[in-house]
């Protein structure tokens, strides 16, 4: 009598993959960097390391429309895909997924893991790691993203402000 087994493919025991995401700086409405007055701070938060995927949509449609399980239209085909991720792992807008601009071409990061420490997404469990692919239909394990957002804090000083009794303008992003 055969055995039947409920494994999976044997998890990878290569590292994770590595990229770097660095996002534009974000500039609030009414600030001009070209304004010699004014002398400008720029500090950079630190970045944040997740597990998960970069992914272009229109890899998903068209990954979904060779395997004949698109919707009519391709919007249905995504939201038909980003439903079932909501629905195994809780995963939507805001909360693991998110829209990023890379190379002019919109990509969607979906993850399921995120730190301030490195080693903290390095020593997530590999079964985990499995999971998560599998409930996003991945080919490949997810990789450790570095991303350097745009959060960050643009001070601007008018030179005299400091001679002066008025505060100096401040603008958080």
Known sequence: ????STESAPLSAAPLREFTIIIEKIIPPGVNLRDTTVDHYLRQSPPSYLLGYIVNPKAIYEWHKRNGKQRETEQETLDMYLACIKKNV???????LQKETIDGEEHWLIFCFQSSNREHVLAIDRRLVENFRR???????PMLIIYKHPKMRLLCFRGLAALTSRPPQCYVC
């Open 1 to 4: 009598m055969a055995e039947s």
């Open 90 to 96: 809780g995963i939507e807008w805001g909360t693991g």
């Open 135 to 141: 409930v996003t239909r991945m080919g490949s394990d």
